[in-house]
């Protein structure tokens, strides 16, 4: 089935010890983004790709950065993890017509 | 700029009852509206969406929408609830031109047997 797969589904790192999250689509869409959700909050747009095209949100801090060397796959990377950075990571994928489809997530712990 | 408000934060209801949660919108023109349902440790799933035409729309796992222009309102529906259906749901404004999606808060659905 024509999916989005987040990996690893849990990661636990160190304070200040960076860490790369994956996401990566078989549905072939123009638009993959990254959100960032804490414990009962809305999910956070932090980014977006458009092909190649990198699009920032404006509140994102610097300590979050993407990549994005395909179609099919997408990195967040955190250069020096926070405690506050503990969340839940989504990664979402559209054709460009706003309707997004997430993957399953991936749970950020912090220590 | 747009904006998505959930008035319910917490509602319960029991198994076989019917469920309505509130969804409210700004947006200046006319807007795409979803919803979106996430169990406990996981993504979102779509639910429904409106982009134009029936005000309204028919989902997934007998869940419907209304559109009301006219209330600025987006509110789901469901005849019959069914423990599976214990969930967080969310209500999201997309807008022409912006390809990012703006949600709400989120309802917390807890459905008593």
């Known amino acids: 089935d024509a999916m989005v797969i987040q990996n690893p589904r849990y990661q636990v790192t160190q304070f200040g010890k960076p860490v790369t999250l994956s996401c990566s689509q078989t549905l072939n869409h123009n638009v993959m983004y990254w959100y960032q959700q804490k414990s009962s909050q809305a999910p956070k747009l932090l980014f977006h790709y458009y092909d190649k095209d990198f699009n920032n949100e404006a509140d994102t801090p610097d300590n979050f950065q993407s990549r994005r060397p395909n179609t099919s796959f997408c990195f967040l990377d955190i250069r020096s993890p926070g405690l506050g950075d503990a969340a839940m990571y989504l990664c979402?994928?559209?054709?460009?017509?706003?309707?997004?489809?997430f993957g399953p997530g991936t749970r950020l712990t912090v220590l | 700029a747009q904006s998505v408000t959930q008035p319910d934060i917490h509602i319960t209801v029991s198994e076989g009852a019917s469920l309505e949660l509130r969804c409210n919108y700004s947006?200046?023109?006319?807007?795409?509206l979803f919803w979106y349902v996430q169990s406990p440790g996981q993504g979102l799933q779509l639910l429904l969406k409106y982009f134009s035409g029936d005000t309204l729309v028919q989902g997934i796992k007998g869940f419907e929408a209304e559109f009301k222009r006219s209330q600025s309102s987006f509110n789901l529906r469901k005849p019959s609830v069914h423990w599976s259906d214990a969930a967080e749901y969310f209500c999201?404004?997309?807008?022409?031109?912006?390809?990012?999606?703006?949600f709400g808060s989120g309802t917390r659905l807890q459905v008593q047997p």
């Open positions: 979402a994928t559209s054709p460009g017509t706003d309707t997004q489809y």
């Open positions: 947006y200046g023109a006319t807007p795409y």
């Open positions: 999201a404004v997309g807008t022409t031109g912006r390809r990012a999606l703006t």
